[in-house]
Antibody, heavy 116, light 107 residues
Framework: QVRLVESGGGVVQPGRSLRLSCVAS????????MHWVRQAPGKGLEWVAI????????FYAESVKGRFTISRDNSKNTLYLQMTSLRAEDTAVYYC?????????WGQGTTVTVSS | EIVMTQSPATLSLSPGERATLSCRAS??????LAWYQQKPGQAPRLLIY???TRATGIPARFSGSGSGTEFTLTISSLQSEDFAVYYC??????????FGQGTKVEV
């Protein structure tokens, strides 16, 4: 079945880096654009970044521009989010989502906590 | 940036009742509007896309309507599993892709 599985979250100090991964299965990953979306504790959903299926275009939320980088390896069916210069306000559950008819498939999320 | 505004913030209803949730866009998003359901500790689930098309496996009691700047999600008869938070999201004018702040449907 169609599935997305995130990993790589954890507790990290402010200013440090972290890389999230999202492994896709059950569909042709290389054919789909992919999003990262996050949700701070007790808050709503915030779009973070998107990459086109072939990485020809990438867009970022203003809140992460210049600090986060989205990428993918279609040979490994994997989406990445490299996060640098992390701040307390980046604390959230990070979801990857397939960009089709809105966001039609979501992973279960991985939790990032930025704290000293 | 298109701002999505949902109302009400909380909807208190009983099982079997009809729920009507509203979503307003700060400018036209045509019909490029999706609705998601999120239960505690779970990822969001796509309910409706294209403003009115149910996603695969979504029960017929969920319906969406509207276009332009005004949208509605209706749950015709609330079941116990429908008590959750609902988000609207536009994918017409991007970046960014923007969500509403959510409506909580509670007992």
């Amino acid at each position: 079945q169609v599935r997305l599985v995130e990993s790589g979250g954890g507790v990290v100090q402010p200013g440090r880096s972290l890389r999230l991964s999202c492994v896709a299965s059950g569909f042709t990953f290389s054919s789909y654009d992919m999003h990262w979306v996050r949700q701070a504790p007790g808050k709503g959903l915030e779009w973070v970044a998107i990459t086109w299926h072939d990485e020809s275009n990438k867009f970022y939320a203003e809140s992460v521009k210049g600090r986060f980088t989205i990428s993918r390896d279609n040979s490994k069916n994997t989406l990445y989010l490299q996060m640098t210069s992390l701040r307390a306000e980046d604390t959230a559950v990070y979801y990857c989502a397939r960009a089709y008819n809105g966001m039609d498939v979501w992973g279960q999320g991985t939790t990032v906590t930025v704290s000293s | 940036e298109i701002v999505m505004t949902q109302s009400p913030a909380t909807l208190s209803l009983s099982p079997g009742e009809r729920a009507t949730l509203s979503c307003r866009a700060s400018q036209s998003v045509s019909s490029n509007l999706a609705w998601y359901q999120q239960k505690p500790g779970q990822a969001p689930r796509l309910l409706i896309y294209g403003a009115s098309t149910r996603a695969t496996g979504i029960p017929a009691r969920f319906s969406g309507s509207g276009s332009g700047t005004e949208f509605t999600l209706t749950i015709s008869s609330l079941q116990s599993e429908d008590f959750a938070v609902y988000y609207c999201q536009q994918y017409n004018n991007w970046p960014p892709w923007t969500f509403g702040q959510g409506t909580k449907v509670e007992v």
